[in-house]
């Protein structure tokens, strides 16, 4: 049995066996039976911490198996091969805008997967504070390229042709992810292909590298918003977000960006004010133009012309998509909105036309 095959399972191995040998090595983590019943309320904090604490002891184990299998069974044919390759900035802009890019299609695959009913994506560390949120996602990029980039190379090295070496390492990495279902182990298959080819492709660790953080990024920082936790996970106070009638201060999640809403202290109507909305309009419009511009440009530079033209139409969808998701969350953070009484003096005050539907609707009242 060739070395790498050890290194192939051992992807697969932490990660269906991870969770059963933390809570082994950590058997105070493990969360009491019957928590479920004491309400999501009770147990928030518990599955914020081993949802954070799990992926780091994963991701660890992955990354010290790897070095460990280099200790053991690097060749020289493997120390020659550049196990980081050029370290060149060209390499990480490619990874991270393809990267952004593809978190943008696969959000649309696994859109695809969740009408079947099928299709969950993980986030790891969703729930858990940023600071923490930051450390799970760098630790994660760095286990899991490392793994990947070495694996592909012992293959490639004993003698295998590159793609077959991508494929099976792709393989062996979507078989991690079985126990999600064989749609989602379908994916992460997809994912693994993506990382190995901008290896492959680009002769650097740092293109899959920052293709891995682009793509968790835009999860942990766009789409999880969106999921099923969405409620349950701490919310900002941001700052000068206030109730113009009763002055309390409101959360995030507790405003809509593009509707009327209630008050939660005082029900008072309010609204994000026309301006902020129109800015916001102005620069999403902005947003969509430069993404086609700027990929047609980037791949001009970086692919051979007949490829640019099938690629700039999906590649641009992929950012626009990711972008969206990002560009929400970060404009409310960076500039809090402001807000307005949504009554219908303020509104037809407010809205020298133009608004029709807001108008009629609350002359309706
Ligand atoms: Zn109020």
Not at 126 to 142: D, F, N, S, T
Not at 203 to 213: I, K, Q, R, T, V
Not at 270 to 296: C, E, K, P
Not at 327 to 338: I, V
Request: aromatic share 12%; charged share 15%; glycine share 10%.
């Amino acid at each position: 049995m060739p070395p790498s095959v050890l290194l192939l399972v051992l992807y697969p191995i932490v990660g269906a066996f991870a969770p059963t040998a933390f809570f082994l090595l950590w058997p105070k983590e493990r969360p009491p039976l019957g928590s479920a019943s004491a309400g999501p309320d009770a147990n928030k904090s518990t599955t914020a911490r081993l949802g954070a604490l799990i992926p780091l002891f994963g991701s660890g184990t992955l990354l010290l198996g790897t070095l460990f299998w280099l200790l053991l069974f690097s060749s020289t044919s493997l120390e020659k091969a550049r196990l980081f390759g050029d370290l060149g900035l060209s390499s990480a802009l490619v990874g991270g805008y393809f990267g952004f890019s593809w978190a943008g299609i696969s959000i649309w695959l696994l859109a695809l997967g969740a009408i079947t009913g099928r299709m969950q994506r993980e986030i790891p560390g969703l729930m858990a504070p940023l600071r923490v949120q930051i450390v799970v996602w760098l630790v994660e990029a760095i286990a899991e390229e490392t793994w990947r980039v070495i694996a592909l190379l012992a293959l490639m090295t004993s003698g295998n042709s590159a793609l077959l070496s991508v494929v099976v390492v792709s393989v062996a990495f979507g078989s991690g992810f079985l126990r999600l279902g064989v749609q989602r182990a379908a994916v992460a298959s997809l994912d693994g292909f993506f990382f190995g080819f901008l290896f492959l492709w680009r002769g650097s660790f740092l293109a899959p590298f920052m293709a891995h953080l682009a793509i968790q990024a835009v999860y942990l920082w766009g789409v999880g918003e969106l999921s099923q936790y969405r409620q349950r996970r701490k919310t900002w106070q941001v700052p000068g977000t206030k109730c113009p009638v009763c002055q309390a201060h409101l959360k995030l999640l507790q405003i809509k960006l593009s509707d009327l809403f209630e008050c939660p202290s005082c029900g008072a109507q309010l609204s994000v004010s026309d301006w902020y909305q129109n800015v916001m309009r102005f620069t999403a419009a902005l947003g969509i133009g430069s993404t086609a511009l700027g990929t047609l440009l980037l791949l001009h530079v970086w692919l051979p012309d007949k490829l640019v033209y099938c690629l700039t139409y999906p590649v641009s969808y992929g950012v626009a998509t990711s972008g969206f998701l990002i560009y929400k969350r970060a404009f409310t953070r960076l500039f809090p909105p402001r807000l307005q009484r949504g009554t219908p003096y303020f509104i037809t005050l407010n809205l020298k036309g133009g608004h029709e539907s807001k108008t009629s609707k609350s002359e309706d009242k």
